[in-house]
């Protein structure tokens, strides 16, 4: 089974509006970190949220925001306001914090593009 | 505050030469890890060291491909005998161990 699963092949949006990104994940680890990163055209990746998952709250980082279900295992991205500059390839991951305390390798998801229209 | 660092940006080389890729972490950050990401994929996890030390390299092809992070100096990811199928983009990332991983642009590899 895959650890991280993105199946939205291709999200539009209106300038000024919000979407979701979604993200599920599977995991037998008691404890672990969910990430988001962005991908601009340019190549470089871009941190943007981190929820762990024992965090009571749900993570908000300026106009990002995770929705984070513990118990279906999901971990939406929710960008607020959208910019033409929000169009990218966004990438969900999950470390899984092992007991060995070692393990801190990030495992991604296959990504989802954006494209904002003005 | 200078970010991850990583060079050459692009790399071209013939089927059969050695490719060396070269990540400078951030000020303060002891933890590297290399990922690979093929065209139209996700980042694939390859290595994650630290200084003198490999911590897991349960990513690394068996074969040709090898990564070190010395006490001086960057750490070096080390591609021998390029292949094709080597052609992607390799992303150091660094972080302080238990926090957020901030990557480095990438370098893009091209074997002809």
Partial sequence: AQKITQTQPGMFVQEKEAVTLDCTYD???????LFWYKQPSSGEMIFLI???????QNATEGRYSLNFQKARKSAN???SAS????SAMYFCAMREDSLSGANSKLTFGKGITLSVRP | NAGVMQNPRHLVRRRGQEARLRCSPMKGHSHVYWYRQLPEEG????????KENIIDESGMPKERFSAEFPKEGPSIL???QVVRGDSAAYFC???????EQFFGPGTRLTVL
Avoid: C, E, H, W
Avoid at chain 1, 50 to 56: C, K
Avoid at chain 1, 83 to 86: A, T, V, W
Avoid at chain 2, 93 to 99: C, D, E, I, K, L
């Fill in chain 1, 27 to 33: 995991t037998s680890d008691p404890s672990y970190g």
């Fill in chain 1, 50 to 56: 981190y929820q762990g998952s024992y965090d009571q």
């Fill in chain 1, 77 to 79: 991205l929710v960008i």
């Fill in chain 1, 83 to 86: 910019q033409l500059g929000d």
């Fill in chain 2, 43 to 50: 980042l694939k996890f390859m290595v994650y060291l630290q």
């Fill in chain 2, 78 to 80: 080390r591609i021998q």
């Fill in chain 2, 93 to 99: 990332a660094s972080s302080r161990g238990y926090n």
